[in-house]
């Protein structure tokens, strides 16, 4: 099946730092990837869709000067958080999407980043 | 705009007990619908999802959930719940503009 994958799992960091999260598509290509965040006890909130080799699209309410998305291939997605502080920390999940294969309108999620700014 | 309800935010069940989640959808044409499982601190695992075709799904798990045109719902259902069931559990759909939404969770709590 369709895998994607998150890099870090984990990431503290300093307020004032920015971090970067890796989103990969390991075994297909994606033209759509999709950024959410998910505070405790809550449910995930869509962010942003990522389209390889264009700008992203925000979701209203989300700065998008803050969450810088890049998706300059068809199996990554990045996304940086800049100048993070400690409201930003939250849990940071990626998904895309398999547009030529048979599921093509299933998104596979990643394992997610949980981001702690301190 | 399209969007999922889940009317119930806590479930507590007795190991052994059948299980029903609610889900509630709104759109008016066939909607892609999906439920997703979360243990705590991990990511999503899909349990189901309905495209078309056969109202009653089968999932992984043992889980089920049959879509009810008639009544807006997509409920997810299990005859006899596991200890290790217990997780947050989500109902999403994929709107025609190709994002998933996601319903607020129901967390369910399994009692020995």
């Known amino acids: 099946g369709a895998v994607v994958s998150q890099h870090p799992s984990r990431v503290i960091c300093k307020s004032g730092t920015s971090v970067k999260i890796e989103c990969r598509s390991l075994?297909?290509?994606?033209?759509?990837m999709f950024w959410y965040r998910q505070f405790p006890k809550q449910s995930l909130m869509l962010m942003a869709t990522s389209n390889e080799g264009s700008k992203a699209t925000y979701e209203q309410g989300v700065e998008k000067d803050k969450f810088l998305i890049n998706h300059a291939s068809l199996t990554l997605s990045t996304l940086t958080v800049t100048s993070a502080h400690p409201e930003d920390s939250s849990f940071y999940i990626c998904?895309?999407?398999?547009?030529?294969?048979?599921?093509?309108?299933?998104?596979?999620f990643g394992p997610g980043t949980r981001l702690t700014v301190l | 705009a399209q969007s999922v309800t889940q009317p119930d935010i806590h479930i507590t069940v007795s190991e052994g007990a059948s299980l029903e989640l609610r889900c509630n959808y709104s759109?008016?044409?066939?909607?892609?619908l999906f439920w997703y499982v979360q243990s705590p601190g991990q990511g999503l695992q899909l349990l189901l999802k309905?495209?078309?075709?056969?109202?009653l799904v089968q999932g992984i798990k043992g889980f089920e959930a049959e879509f009810k045109r008639s009544q807006s719902s997509f409920n997810l259902r299990k005859p006899s719940v596991h200890w290790s069931d217990a997780a947050e559990y989500f109902c999403?759909?994929?709107?025609?503009?190709?994002?998933?939404?996601f319903g607020p969770g129901t967390s369910l709590s399994v009692i020995p």
């Open positions: 998904s895309a999407r398999d547009v030529w294969g048979a599921q093509y309108n299933e998104q596979f």
């Open positions: 999403a759909t994929l709107t025609s503009y190709d994002k998933v939404i």
């Open positions: 309905y495209f078309s075709g056969d109202t």
């Open positions: 075994d297909f290509q994606a033209t759509t």
């Open positions: 759109y008016g044409a066939t909607p892609y």
